[in-house]
């Protein structure tokens, strides 16, 4: 017989993927906004290998394989956050030699500026707390690498658990505020990984798009 605890933890169901999913895809469709020579190879690759390797991690997810999956999600991530980390540099680096007009230096600019967005925010859901399976087995999130304001709050037996919601909003603010607002960092992981999408997202708005619109 289950005790309350488990049939209350087992009454949550499993955070929906289908989040995540729609964000790498959205991630691949900005990388294709961006000109050639600013990617890592044919500007369709990117796309085809997110593909290549996304399939097996939908199919080990429905099957339950979750540690198979969780090194597929991992490598994932760690594929899209590379070739997007490749092409900010270039863009920088390609900044003397104006080879891009204004409109064209904001367009690419915008695109690495939202793709960080996404792609930190799949960092963050993946890894804090163990990921998404550990937060699904335990229900409640007590604890974890981000302090969220639900945590401390009391919610009448109704235990409450971040989605991937509430790890865009975190992103959004660290490349928007350059620092947390709500949710600050608890672990040296988490601290290190929100600087990294500070220093990206400082160089998308202010050296790349200012640059633009001086060229205007």
């Known amino acids: 017989m289950a005790t309350p605890i488990q049939s209350r933890h ?11 999913w729609l964000a790498l895809l959205a991630v691949c469709g900005l990388y294709l906004a961006l000109p050639e020579d600013l990617t890592l190879g044919p500007t369709w690759l990117l796309p085809i290998l997110v593909a290549i390797v996304l399939a097996p991690t939908i199919v080990t997810h429905w099957q339950g394989r979750k540690q198979l999956n969780r090194i597929l999600g991992l490598s994932l991530i760690t594929l899209i956050t590379a070739a997007l980390t490749w092409s900010m540099g270039a863009l920088i680096f390609s900044l003397p030699a104006h080879r891009q007009s204004a409109t ?3 367009r690419s600019a915008s695109s690495l500026w939202a793709s ?3 792609v930190f925010a799949v960092w963050y ?4 707390a163990g990921g998404p399976h550990a937060r699904d087995a335990r229900g409640a999130h007590v604890e974890g690498s981000f302090l969220f304001p639900q945590m401390t709050l009391r919610h009448d037996g109704k235990p409450w658990r971040p989605g991937f919601v509430d790890y865009l909003f975190l992103a959004f603010n660290t490349s928007t505020a350059f620092s947390p607002t709500d949710v600050p960092p608890i672990t040296r992981w988490a601290k290190l990984l929100m600087m990294s999408q500070s220093i990206i997202s400082l160089g998308a708005i202010v050296v790349l798009a200012g640059r633009a619109v001086n060229m205007l």
Do not use: Q
């Not at 859901?125 to 804090?128: I, P, Q, S």
């Open 10 to 20: 087992h009454a949550i169901p499993p955070e929906p993927r289908w989040p995540v």
């Open 104 to 106: 064209g230096l904001l």
């Open 116 to 118: 960080n967005i996404l």
């Open 125 to 128: 859901w993946k890894l804090d």
